[in-house]
């Protein structure tokens, strides 16, 4: 059980979180019924049971056309702390961004999107 009185559903770790607030290391994102979710910071992931890893940057109220709003990010000269508050809407979906230049924070031409 947790703070929340029930088990979690999923439970994914990453590179990276992007937030309205900044970017978030080691992100451990746990994922409850309900559409609930608790974001920590969480070195060493491979340590916790049940626990899903995906290299790069998550990001959470993506659009629900999630290919076609990469494409987007993707033509944009912009880095993504600039383009992504542009990108979310309220209440879409996670999705994790790979293939960047974590330097500049931009796509490479190698760059994927993977809906969660």
Do not use: K
């Amino acid at each position: 059980m947790n703070s929340f009185g029930e088990h979690f559903r999923r439970r994914i770790a990453s590179n990276l979180l992007w937030t309205p607030q900044g970017l978030v290391r080691h992100p451990l994102v746990t994922f409850y019924e309900g559409g609930r979710f608790l974001v920590e910071s969480c070195p060493a992931p491979d340590r916790l049971p049940a626990t899903e890893f995906y290299a790069g940057l998550l990001v959470g109220d993506f659009p629900e056309d999630y290919q076609a709003a990469f494409e987007r990010l993707r033509s944009g000269s912009d880095d993504l702390l600039t383009a992504l508050p542009r990108a979310v809407v309220p209440g879409g979906i996670w999705v994790v961004l790979s293939g960047l230049d974590y330097a500049r924070m931009r796509l490479t031409p190698h760059a994927r999107i993977q809906r969660l």
